[in-house]
Each structure stands twice: as C-alpha cells, then as structure tokens.
C-alpha cells in the first residue's frame, strides 16, 4: 500500500490519506475485508499526527468505505463499489455541466473548451 | 482520560504571572507548548510536576489532582527531562543508573544501557564534564528508562544538533506508537514541533494564545503575497495578520475560510502562523 503525503500540498493531509485510500479501494487494489494499518501505526509510520489519521479514516468510515471493529482494527468495508462509480459519474456530469455553462458565459466554443481541457490531463500526466 | 489537564491555573511571581491556564493533553497525544523565552513554558511544567505550587486552579496528572497525596506514585509513571542538568557533578552515566534502579520501581537496566550505546555515551565520564548535548541524552535516556506512560519535556532537544535531534524525535514518535502513551514538549524549536504534535498550545506573556489541533490550525490559515492593492480587495476578516515589506509589496496571514477560493495562498509553517498572531496582538 502507497500513500504518499505532500507537505506543500494546499489539500489537508487527512483528505490526502483518505483520497488516495479511496482511489485503492476503487481501482481494486484494496479489496473487501482487507486490514489497514492501526491509526498508530500509519501515524507513526507516515510521521504525521494520530488525530489526523483517525480523521481521515473517520471519513472514510462515515461514506462507508471502512469499518472498524473495536480491538480488531480497520477493514476495507464490503461496499457496491458500482454504486460509488455511478455517483462519481454523477458528480462529473454535474461539473462538466457547469463548465459548459462557464464557457458559454465567455463565449468560449467546444472546441476551445476541449482544448483547455486537454491541457489540464495532460498537466495532471506529467 | 486526559493525560495532563490544568483548569483555570494563576500563579505570580514578582512581575511575571501565567494566568487563567486552562490546557489538556489527551492520552495518547503530543502536546507542544511553545512560546518566547519568559512566556511561562517551564512554569507551567514546573506547576505541573508540583515543585512549584499554584495559587490557584487545579492541575492534573494522568488523571491524579497534583495535590492529592497518591501523586508521589503519579510519578512513576511519568518521564521528565528538564531544560537544566540535576544529576550529582562526580557521578557519571553507570552510577547515575544505580540510582535510578533504587528510584523508580520499573527500572529497566537493559534498556537504559541500551541507550547509552544509542547515544554514545561514555560510561566512566563524570557528569560535570558533559557536554549539553550529552546532558540532554543522559537526560532523555533515564526518562524512557522507567516505562513511563507520559513524558514531560522541556527543551529536550536544545543543543542537539539537527542529526541527534530527528533521532529523537523518531525515540518519541516510537513512545506514543504505543497505546496510551502521551507527550507535553515545549521547545522553541518550531520545526520540531511541528513536525512531531498533535497539538499546539501557544503560550504569550503568560497567557494561553492559542490551543488547537495543529494540522487544523495549518489548514485554516494560508499566506498571501502580493500587492497592496491586491491586499485592499481582501475581506478585513480574511485577514488574521500582515506586514507591509519594501517595494509595495505585502505579506500576510489570511484565514482561508474568508478569503475568496480562486485566491492563491501559500501554506504556512505554524512559525509563520505565531509570528504573524504575535505581531498583530502588538499592532492591535
């Protein structure tokens, strides 16, 4: 397992933790019923703080994608991973939506708007 | 259970008073206490280890009033290391040992000979010729010595250098790796609190400033450098702290949550953060 915590990052180190945990348990790499490292012990190995791990496995909890069992730890929770899928295509859709909207109001075509957007994987792939 | 909770503490002495103290360490966490030299940080560790007594307020050690007679036991349990040297000058590091093999009750020779080899410390040196970084090790390895479920530390890495300092950082982060262990450290030395607590206890002028979870702290405020008239566009609330530098241009401290989210703000160290709450208490 991978995690890796960027300090000059803006994005808060819990919500680092828990997306990156996220992206594992989407793409497979974390399967149900695996066991992730104990608060303390990812603390202690990542050397960031106890209270922001246990936020962000707090997080992970409350949207379901771990459970904890008292004394035993934290596991990858059995979850429909489609239904996960299916509402992050929601959210996608309702972004793009609003980018369409945005590129109207600068009067910016789809081709250009394409363009912008190309640039930005591209960015994200280097 | 808190591992240290101090409730409404006053204590003067001559012109110098911490009043109103109300600071609580979870166990299981590190608590930083960092503050300018004469802000009250070894005053608060010395009220809370009883070898001074408050004039008011009440103070408590894992879970035990420090006026209560069962705190002699209290310390036990407890691993402190001062900003200044207490062992007898002729003794060196073995005899220092015996002594405290009759003294604490869970006394773990293995171990401490174990750290005297970590540290290289010579064994046969008298204390009075010890360098301050060999003090401070000396100090540190006596105090993990004991199986103590809390530490106390004030200044435990000054004098160290960079090198010897992350070593020990890396033996606390190993100590609260266990269940129930927990860490009061005050330092001057922000980057290693920073790099090591989970919260961050501000001390100014003998008063409690600020007292928050250090990683919410670092997010909720982000640096902002531009131009003045950049500056100006800023919400008044957005901005928690600023100093005007040559050629025009402006840095400050800007609480995010005010601040416009296309705004670009670097992030700060909890340095920058103190500085900049220090500087506008003065200018207010």
């Known amino acids: 397992m991978e995690i890796i915590i960027r300090n000059f990052d803006n994005q808060p180190i819990y919500e680092q933790i828990a997306n990156q945990i996220k992206a594992m348990i989407l793409s497979g790499q974390l399967s149900p019923g695996d066991a992730l490292p104990s608060i303390r012990a990812l603390a202690r190995d990542l050397k960031i703080s106890v209270i922001t791990t246990k936020r962000a496995y707090d997080e992970l909890e409350a949207e379901g994608f771990l459970s904890t069992v008292a004394g035993k730890g934290s596991f990858v929770a059995e979850k429909d991973l489609r239904l996960v899928r299916e509402g992050q295509l929601r959210q996608l859709e309702a972004h793009l939506e609003q980018a369409r909207a945005l590129a109207a109001r600068c009067g910016l075509s789809l081709q250009e708007t394409l363009d912008m957007a190309r640039l930005i994987f591209e960015e994200e792939l280097q | 259970m808190n591992a240290i909770e101090l409730s409404h503490v006053n204590k003067a002495f ?243 949550a005010a601040a416009p989210a296309a705004l670009s703000l670097e992030k700060p160290t909890i340095e920058d953060i103190i500085l900049f709450l220090v500087k506008g208490e003065k200018a207010a």
């Open chain 2, 14 to 256: 001559g012109d110098f008073s911490i009043q109103d103290l109300s600071l609580t360490v979870p166990e299981g966490t590190i608590c930083g206490l960092i503050g300018e030299n004469g802000a009250g940080k070894s005053t608060t560790i010395r009220l809370l280890m009883h070898a001074l007594r408050a004039d008011s307020g009440n103070l408590s050690v894992l879970g035990i009033d420090v006026n209560a007679p069962e705190f002699l036991a209290v310390k036990q349990d407890v691993g402190v290391v001062l900003d200044e040297a207490y062992f007898p000058e002729v003794m060196d590091a073995v005899q220092v040992g015996k002594i405290m093999a009759s003294t604490y009750t869970r006394w773990d020779a293995a171990q401490y000979a174990g750290f005297l080899d970590r540290f290289q410390l010579p064994r046969k040196k008298q204390f009075k010729d010890y360098s301050r970084g060999m003090t401070m090790k000396l100090a540190i390895a006596v105090a993990l010595s004991h199986a103590p479920r809390l530490l106390v530390l004030d200044e435990a890495t000054a004098g160290l250098d960079t090198i010897v300092r992350n070593e020990i950082l890396e033996l606390f982060r190993d100590f609260v790796s266990q269940p129930n262990h927990s860490i009061l450290i005050s330092s001057h030395i922000l980057s290693d609190l920073e790099k090591l607590c989970d919260y961050i206890a501000f001390l100014h002028q003998g008063k409690l400033v600020v007292s928050e979870e250090k990683d919410r702290l670092l997010e909720r405020y982000g640096l902002f450098s531009g131009t003045a008239e950049q500056f100006a566009a800023l919400r008044a609330e957005a901005v928690a702290g600023v100093e005007h530098l040559a050629y025009g241009g402006v840095r400050a401290l800007v609480r995010r």
